[in-house]
């Protein structure tokens, strides 16, 4: 079993930046390609960003790139989303998953990603006030 836990999501105005972390159990010999996502209220959750499990590889939703940036620490056992330039629209509660099948392009072309997940922290909420 994996534990994800997400941190650093709170209230910042837009232009600001923000770092997400994503803490997780994953033992440093199992190597789970890992995924950002994000769920706005009323709406479905969508792929954010995506890296290798090397951290070699890394994806982007068109609609962050350039602003945010994943990457991972895996001595701590950490992933990471620094996210700047924020817009009011980046207001969602922010997801980091495990996939220990797919890799991290599949995590951003898929369709399907959100539910093939093998794992899923709780979230961590990103509010951005105009």
């Known amino acids: 079993q994996v534990q994800l836990v997400e941190s650093g999501g709170g209230l910042v105005q837009a232009g600001g930046s923000l770092r997400l972390s994503c803490a997780n159990s994953?033992?440093?010999?199992?190597?789970?390609?890992m995924g950002w996502f994000r769920q706005a209220p009323g709406k479905a959750r969508e792929f954010v960003a995506a890296i290798s499990w090397s951290g070699s590889n890394t994806y982007y939703a068109d609609s962050v790139k350039g602003r945010f940036t994943i990457s991972r620490d895996n001595s701590e056992s950490t992933v990471y989303l620094q996210i700047n330039s924020l817009k009011p629209e980046d207001t969602a509660v922010y997801y980091c998953?495990?996939?220990?099948?797919?890799?991290?392009?599949?995590?951003?072309?898929?369709?399907?990603?959100?539910?093939?997940?093998?794992?899923w922290g709780a979230g961590t909420l990103v509010t951005v006030s105009s």
């Open positions: 994953v033992r440093t010999s199992s190597r789970y390609d």
């Open positions: 998953g495990a996939s220990s099948s797919m890799s991290a392009l599949s995590i951003s072309v898929r369709s399907d990603s959100v539910g093939a997940m093998d794992y």
